[in-house]
């Protein structure tokens, strides 16, 4: 007899989903008991850590990742991070165990009430199949809609009886499916944009995370080269889409209203791609627009190109409007630009690493296509002053600031990616909502280096108390962790240092161990 859970195993194998990440509990038993060889278990220790994880894994290969979740406790403590994979728009499968079908409504314990709304509005989509044969079909719905454009994480709950229940034989149909999406723009709005940037005067770029998740990374630079033009990341951009030092590179737009529009001043014409228009988060109102600015957006998300306030915007494939636009634009236009100044010069360190000095360093210290995973909120400025970044995928950060991403992130993209280093650039507040994920790393003897930035404090959040004029505000402070033996404590090898010349020698040292390592630096604060 084949069963549901025999076909869901062989459905989730042709979609290449072989590494579950998750956290068993009793509901989740009869779908893991017994799991093929081919697959691969990778346990987080916490839910949170679990989806970071898959959530990195999944941005860092480029397919979508499996999660296994317990119940409606062990999901809930997933939803934070969950925040990120909606404007990161990670193609996330979620599966969670439910009770055996029958006892649901009684609400016995462990069971999921609602499940479909239980991860709402966060899921693209979510649902418990309506009887047991319809499980692998639910399953391949699911997949099928986190990885079509615009893609997002969705949900589903599994009675855990109906896994040894006989699967029809028509589920073998689910096998040979496939979808596909072709919404390109057509030659009339891509000759309207060509049109559009080859009369400008002065025409800027504003990439977001699309344009690399979408592998349009390489065209972009051909087209800002064709264009003559500057080219900024978009607001809280989760991707690095250009190279950093490239001379058209202007940094990350600021993240409210009035900084992007003094940043992009002087502009006639504003080209969005793959970004939403625009993910402000500081509240400082003006003008949307300068006077006499256009600007346009193309994005593969019809939800982003609805909600901005401002703008013409056009729904395609961004890689191939990307390509279609570098080829079509009329080069040499506009004088060529400057080449960039020199890195500045780091600030002082002083019994404490100064962030530049620190990042400074890592530019020389680690490989040129290292991946980087920051979330260490108040050194953003010196991170985009000091940084190289050079090719894709080279950076990753939670969309949507919610923090306990970036420590478990870097250990899936390190799973994914085993041919490039990846080092995680983490705060002393920001590790501890991810810090089980160390455990992961060690036991499965994943290679990230984990450095953590101590400056002992919330310092994002001082700054931002400062500019809300908000005064004492309790409960800034993290000031007595020691981040080398939770590290120990959790198996992996760790340092902590306070100058640039240990810091220098332990990365070499890790770098060399080929052994997941973390290192703890006592850092100067500093401001976003
Ligand atoms: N909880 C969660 C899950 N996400 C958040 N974004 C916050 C709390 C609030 N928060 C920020 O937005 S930044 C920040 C907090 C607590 C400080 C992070 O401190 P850090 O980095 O040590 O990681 P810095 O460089 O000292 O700011
Ligand atoms: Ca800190």
Same mark, same amino acid.
Not at 375 to 379: F, N, Q, V
Not at 402 to 406: P, S
């Given at each position: 007899m084949t069963t549901v859970r025999d076909v869901t195993y062989e459905l989730l194998r042709t979609h290449g989903l072989t590494t579950v990440f998750g956290n068993p509990g009793s509901n989740e038993l009869p779908f893991l008991?017994?799991? @093929?060889?081919d697959f691969r278990y990778v346990l987080g220790l916490h839910e949170g850590a679990v989806l970071a994880m898959a959530d990195g894994y999944s941005q860092a290969s480029g397919g979508p990742a499996l999660v296994n979740l317990h119940a409606a406790a062990g999901t809930g403590n997933a939803m934070g991070v969950l925040t990120n994979s909606v404007y990161s728009h990670t193609p996330l499968v979620v599966l969670a165990g439910q009770q055996v079908r029958s006892t649901v409504g009684q609400e016995v314990v462990l069971s999921i009430v609602e499940p479909e709304a239980l991860l709402r509005p966060l899921v693209k989509w979510s649902a418990e199949p309506a009887c047991a044969e319809d499980v692998p079909r639910v399953i391949s719905q699911a997949i099928h809609t986190a990885t079509l454009p615009a893609q997002g994480p969705v949900f589903v709950a599994v @009675?855990? %009886? %109906?896994?040894?229940r006989e699967a029809p034989? *028509?589920?073998?149909?689910l096998l040979r499916r496939r979808t596909a999406a072709g919404a390109c723009l057509s030659g009339d709005q891509l000759a309207e944009l060509v049109t559009a940037l080859d009369e400008a005067a002065s025409p800027v770029l504003v990439l977001g995370p699309e344009v690399d998740a979408s592998g349009a990374y390489e065209d972009a630079v051909r087209l800002a080269e064709a264009l003559g033009s500057t080219v900024w990341l978009s607001p809280?951009?989760?991707?690095?889409?250009?190279?950093?030092?490239?001379?058209a590179f202007r940094g990350q737009l600021p993240s409210s209203v009035k900084g992007v529009t003094e940043a992009l001043a002087g502009h006639d014409l504003i080209l969005v791609l793959g970004a939403p228009v625009f993910r402000y988060h500081?509240? *400082?109102?003006?003008?949307?627009?300068?006077?006499?600015a256009r600007l346009l957006q193309v994005t593969g998300d019809a939800a982003e190109a609805t909600r901005a306030p401002m703008g013409e915007a056009f729904v395609g494939a961004i890689h191939d409007t990307v390509t279609r636009l570098a080829d079509g634009v009329t080069p040499g236009l506009r004088p060529p630009l400057p080449p960039l100044p020199d890195f500045p010069v780091p600030a002082e360190s002083n019994g404490r690493v100064h962030p530049e000095r620190l990042f400074a360093d890592l530019r020389a210290l680690a490989p040129a296509d290292t991946v980087w995973v920051s *979330?260490?909120?108040?050194?953003t400025s010196a991170f985009w002053a000091q940084t190289d970044l050079r090719e894709p995928g080279s950076y990753l950060w939670p969309a949507a600031g919610?923090?306990?991403?970036?420590l478990p992130a870097a250990v899936g993209a390190q799973l994914a990616r085993p041919e490039r280093q990846v080092v995680a650039l983490i705060g002393d507040g920001s590790a501890n909502y991810g810090i089980t994920a160390l455990w992961t790393a060690a036991q499965y003897d994943i290679p990230v280096i984990t450095v953590i930035l101590k400056n002992g404090t919330y310092g994002a959040l001082r700054w931002f108390a400062e500019i809300l004029d908000a005064g004492e505000v309790p409960g800034m402070d993290v000031p007595d962790i020691d981040f080398t033996l939770l590290a120990r404590g959790y198996g992996m090898n760790a340092t902590s240092v306070s100058t640039p010349e240990d810091f220098a020698a332990a990365f070499k040292s890790a770098l060399g161990s080929g052994k997941p390592a973390l290192i703890e630096v006592e850092t100067e604060r500093t401001r976003p």
């Open positions: 008991a017994g799991m @093929p060889e @009675p855990y %009886d %109906d896994w040894a034989e *028509e589920t073998a149909h809280f951009s989760s991707r690095c889409s250009f190279p950093t030092r490239h001379r500081q509240f *400082e109102p003006g003008p949307y627009l300068a006077p006499g *979330e260490t909120t108040s050194t919610g923090l306990g991403f970036g």
